[in-house]
């Protein structure tokens, strides 16, 4: 399976931007899908995940109420919507994707088996 991810870009503080994530064949309703970041320096983190049977999400603290993870299983395609933007949230953002993670694992990055390139996200105060 490849992932490509896509919506990156400059923003200013409060702003929004939607990233999506479109899989290069099917995945399946069990299928986890979701988006670490990693920003210069620092070391990367779950951001927030799905399961594609429309039911489960997980967020990172830092990002629930701002960020909403969904789910289009139509077209292989997980989107991340974030609002109210800060420029802490400025990272490269990357789409991972497996079929047999448990929840417990959802938040761990080497849980996942498949990463897309990133795309950047670069938020200005």
């Known amino acids: 399976v490849q992932l490509q991810a896509s919506g990156g870009g400059p923003v200013q503080a409060g702003g929004s931007l939607r990233l999506s994530c479109a899989a290069s064949?099917?995945?399946?309703?069990?299928?986890?899908m979701g988006w670490f970041r990693q920003a210069p320096g620092k070391e990367r983190e779950f951001v927030a995940a799905?399961?594609?049977?429309?039911?489960?999400?997980d967020y990172a603290d830092s990002v629930k109420g701002r960020f909403t993870i969904s789910g289009d299983t139509a077209k292989n395609t997980v989107y991340l919507q974030m609002n109210s933007l800060k420029p802490e949230d400025t990272a490269v953002y990357y789409c991972?994707?497996?079929?047999?993670?448990?929840?417990?694992?959802?938040?761990?990055?080497?849980?996942?088996?498949?990463w897309g390139q990133g795309t950047k996200v670069t938020v200005s105060s």
């Open positions: 991972v994707a497996d079929g047999t993670l448990i929840r417990s694992s959802w938040t761990n990055s080497a849980a996942y088996d498949y």
């Open positions: 064949e099917r995945t399946f309703r069990r299928w986890v």
């Open positions: 799905i399961m594609l049977n429309g039911g489960t999400t």
